[in-house]
C-alpha cells in the first residue's frame, strides 16, 4: 500500500514538474525524479501521504501546479512561514546537520539551500497534509528517529548501494 502511494504521488508530482523548465539535466529525468521524489516522502505515515495525494490530485483537477509554486517561491527572499512549519524546518534541518556531521562526502550541500527548499515544499501542502506531516516529525523525533536518514537509506539502497556507509565510502576513495 505504502509503495503505491508513493508511486502515486512520484507520478503526479511529475506531470507537473515536466512542465517546468528546469536546466539541472539529472533531475529531468523521469526515473531519478520520481525514485528522489519517493524518497523523499517514505518515512511518512500513509495517512500523511494520502492527503498529500489528495493535494495533488485537487491541484491537478483545478490547473494548479505545487511544483511550480515550489520552485517560484524557491527564487524569492526570505520566508517565515509560521510556527509549525518552521518547527519542521528546524528539526529536519537538525537531522541533515547529523548526516553532515556523520557522512560529510555523502551529505555536501549546504543546510540554507535545503531549508529554503523544504519551506517552500511545505507551503504547497494543505493544512491537513502539514499538521500530520508535522505529527510525523514531532513522533519520530520524540524517539529519536532521524526520517532523513530513512529516507537517504532507502533512496542510497534503491540505487545499489547498502546503505549511506557505504556512499560514504565511495565518495572516500573517488578522492583519493
Sequence with gaps: MKEELLREIAEKEYLMFQRLK????ECRKEKTFK???M??????SEDTLKSYLQDLESALSSGENLMALKYKCMGGGIIHAGDML???????SEWMQDL???YP????????DFERYLRCELLTFSVN??????RDVEEANKRGRNLAEVSY????????????EEVEKSRLESVK
Design 105 to 112: 562526502r555523502a551529505f555536501a550541500n549546504k543546510i540554507e
Design 86 to 92: 518552521e518547527e519542521i524546518v528546524k528539526i529536519e
Design 39 to 44: 524518497a523523499r516522502f517514505y518515512p511518512l
Design 100 to 102: 553532515k556531521r556523520k
Design 153 to 164: 537509506v532507502y533512496l542510497f539502497r534503491k540505487i545499489g548501494y547498502s546503505g549511506i
Design 22 to 25: 528546469m536546466e539541472n539535466e
Design 129 to 134: 497534509t502539514l499538521k500530520l506531516y508535522h
Design 35 to 37: 525514485l528522489m521524489r
